[in-house]
């Protein structure tokens, strides 16, 4: 079946600008995730949604950074006053909602923002 | 909290060749561990992971693991690589808040 899709797969935007990335979560997957990749580093933890709700948004670095997933399925992760700092591959997951399930995450291929 | 330690950045290895990639978690339970690789411009694939049970667990492309408590670590191991295998390989641990944290990385270089 299809897997973790997200758009786009590169953004470039100058500093300052207001940028969406979308997460499109394998079909019945209830629970998806935001991670943040920078360069030469494993993904960071940003977000985590248990179906329409953010169970835990603890690793959202400020309040520039925002995500909704309305209708419990695809999701958009919302960044404002981007600086070049934010440059980096922004990563979703998803995974089944259910105990050790929850922790077999299958990611997608990523955005790679760039910050101008 | 939890973390995670690759002590190696960058691992070259000849074809045909033995590899194995160190992993040292922190945590103050049993952990969940997990091993993900990343090829260019792909995402994260879940190679295998250890819950509880035996602590040698096998994964996808001929990959495995061993857990070891009394060393915090979580190794994996490949008896003999293919040119294929080169890519970033990842360890990580999860807690018990569904979170997953992520080491470094580790660079595999398979050269012929």
């Known amino acids: 079946g299809a897997g973790v899709s997200q758009t786009p797969s590169n953004k470039v935007t100058e500093k300052g600008k207001y940028v969406e990335l979308r997460c499109d979560p394998i079909?019945?997957?209830?629970?998806l995730y935001w991670y943040r990749q920078s360069l030469g580093q494993g993904p960071e933890f940003l977000i985590y949604?248990?179906?329409?709700?953010?169970?835990?948004d603890s690793g959202l670095p400020n309040d520039r950074f925002f995500a909704v997933r309305p209708e419990g399925s695809v999701s958009t992760l919302k960044i404002q006053r981007t600086e070049r700092g934010d440059s980096a591959v922004y990563l979703c997951?998803?995974?089944?909602?259910?105990?050790?399930?929850?922790?077999?995450?299958?990611f997608g291929p990523g955005t790679r923002l760039t910050v101008t | 909290a939890q973390s995670v330690t690759q002590p190696d950045i960058h691992i070259t290895v000849s074809e045909g060749a033995s590899l194995e990639l160190r992993c040292n978690y922190s945590?103050?339970?049993?952990?969940?561990l997990f091993w993900y690789v990343q090829s260019p411009g792909q995402g994260l694939q879940l190679l295998l992971k250890?819950?509880?049970?035996?602590?040698l667990v096998q994964g996808i492309k001929g990959f495995e693991a061993e857990f070891k408590r009394s060393q915090s670590s979580f190794n994996l191991r490949k008896p003999s690589v293919h040119w294929s295998d080169a890519a970033e390989y990842f360890c990580a641990v999860g807690a018990n808040d569904y979170k997953l944290s992520f080491g470094a990385g580790t660079t595999v270089t398979v050269r012929a």
């Open positions: 997951a998803s995974s089944l909602n259910r105990a050790r399930s929850s922790y077999e995450q299958y």
């Open positions: 949604f248990q179906g329409t709700g953010a169970a835990d």
């Open positions: 945590y103050g339970a049993t952990p969940y």
């Open positions: 079909s019945g997957h209830t629970a």
């Open positions: 250890y819950f509880s049970g035996d602590t």
